[in-house]
């Protein structure tokens, strides 16, 4: 088995051989027994039990808007079915417009992700969603909220990343005007190396605009080539470098040979203005951080 880590070499782990594992098969739940049912939707249902052709003890759900509607009620089937009966359900929709006020419904999904959002906004650990206090606070406001672990808020936080990153793939490539680029790289306390890219450009209605594209692990130490690969990796995957302008970053040697590199590279397509001449800027404030 190899596992590729980011930016390292990969590394081959030899597993002892283990016997192929039967496939487990979903067991339903007993339908003389409660089951948790989590979801707002099954609010609008009854319960009933009965046996089917073969004697078999079987849980439905019946919609208690047009008492018409009913589906197999077990976890093993999911709510997929009566979610959308209740959006097409004339007796429910009549329900809803008799009670203007009526609370909407709370939504799992919904509430994960703005607290998703709440955490990358506000730069809040992932472990807010574990503490004591503030599960107490959710329970209060709405019981029908389900606690959820750091994996979980992880998972959404990745996707609303992913989405982010669809929408700025879109203005980037809506741009007409040349993008300035700003790199460093640094290692932190801990000995651990990072890197950003920041892109600044004028959007078509004329406003300057300024955003990350990449923040990055960067293992030590930082050569020039190893940044040179690496920047351009990232210009390439933004699909950008046809739109480059310049590159400003600090005064360290290895910087100088990763922008005289990735300036030869740009001006093999001719893409650079005024060949280039304008590519390599200095940045002002760490010359005054040497000079104090």
Known sequence: MTIDMPHTRSVTINAPHAEAQPAKKCKLVDPTKEWKRRSPFWDHYSFSTVKDKDGKLVRYATCIHCHVAKYKADPKYGTSNAKKHLDQCDAYQAYLAANPLLTPEFDQKVFCRMFADAIMYHSYPLSIVEHVKHREMLTYLNSKVRHITRNTILKYCLLEHKRLKSMLHEILA??????????????????????????????????????????????????????????????????????????????????????????????TFGTLPLGGRFFHVRCCAHILNLIV
């Open 174 to 267: 809506d741009v007409n005007n040349r993008i300035c680029f700003t790199c460093d790289c640094w290692s932190a306390c801990t000995s651990r190396g990072f890197l950003m890219l920041t892109a600044h450009f004028i959007d078509n209605n004329w406003n300057l605009k300024s955003r990350i594209l990449n923040f990055r692990y960067f293992s030590p130490p930082h050569r020039g080539v190893d940044i040179y690969l690496f920047v351009v990796g990232l210009i390439k995957e933004w699909n950008i470098e046809g739109k480059t302008f310049s590159m400003t970053c600090n005064n360290a040697g290895s910087m100088d040979v990763m922008v005289a590199r990735l300036k030869s590279d740009l001006q």
